[in-house]
């Protein structure tokens, strides 16, 4: 017998948003332009409903075609007090002149660029401990002063 696995889907699960600070630009360093921008706060909603604690930062290495690697680093509370520790890993990718206007804070249709991301999630609250059970997978949206997205269980 043959066993074939079953399809993949995607279930909407949680919405977040970030708030960040300014992008602290390092230059060109041994391993490409390196980027840091400090996470300052947030909320998350819809499963899990959490505030996002500041001390967190996005640490960027943008490639030479002007591609984005993004490796951002987090926590949020609950309500309950249950802590949870958000690792995100991603790509946001577009023509030279969209990622130019996005740096500058300009409104840009989501459309118009790639920024997709993948999540792991931490925590020692048990009543969040199915997070730790799956992935997740993220559209987002870059803003101003906020990085917005929506967050998916993969089924």
């Known amino acids: 017998m043959?066993?074939?696995?079953t399809e993949p889907g995607l279930e909407?699960?949680?919405d977040v948003t970030v708030r960040v600070?300014?992008?602290?630009?390092?230059g060109t360093t041994r391993t490409g332009n390196r980027r840091v921008i400090d996470i300052i706060g947030g909320e998350i909603t819809g499963s899990i409903d959490a505030t996002i604690l500041p001390g967190g930062a996005?640490?960027?290495l943008v490639r030479p075609d002007g591609t984005i690697d993004i490796d951002g680093r987090y926590s949020a509370k609950t309500s309950k007090g249950g802590l949870i520790y958000i690792t995100v890993s991603?790509?946001?990718s577009g023509a030279p002149e969209t990622l130019e206007a996005l740096l500058r804070g300009e409104a840009v249709d989501p459309s118009d660029y790639y920024f997709r991301t993948s999540l792991t999630l931490e925590t020692s609250a048990p009543e969040l401990a199915h997070l730790e059970?799956?992935?997740f997978i993220a559209s987002c949206?870059?803003?101003a002063d906020t990085v917005r997205y929506r967050a998916y269980r993969v089924t």
């Open 21 to 26: 600070g300014q992008v602290a630009d390092y």
């Open 141 to 143: 949206v870059r803003e």
């Open 2 to 5: 043959t066993l074939t696995p």
């Open 133 to 135: 059970q799956s992935l």
């Open 58 to 60: 996005d640490w960027q």
């Open 90 to 92: 991603g790509v946001r």
């Open 12 to 14: 909407a699960t949680f």
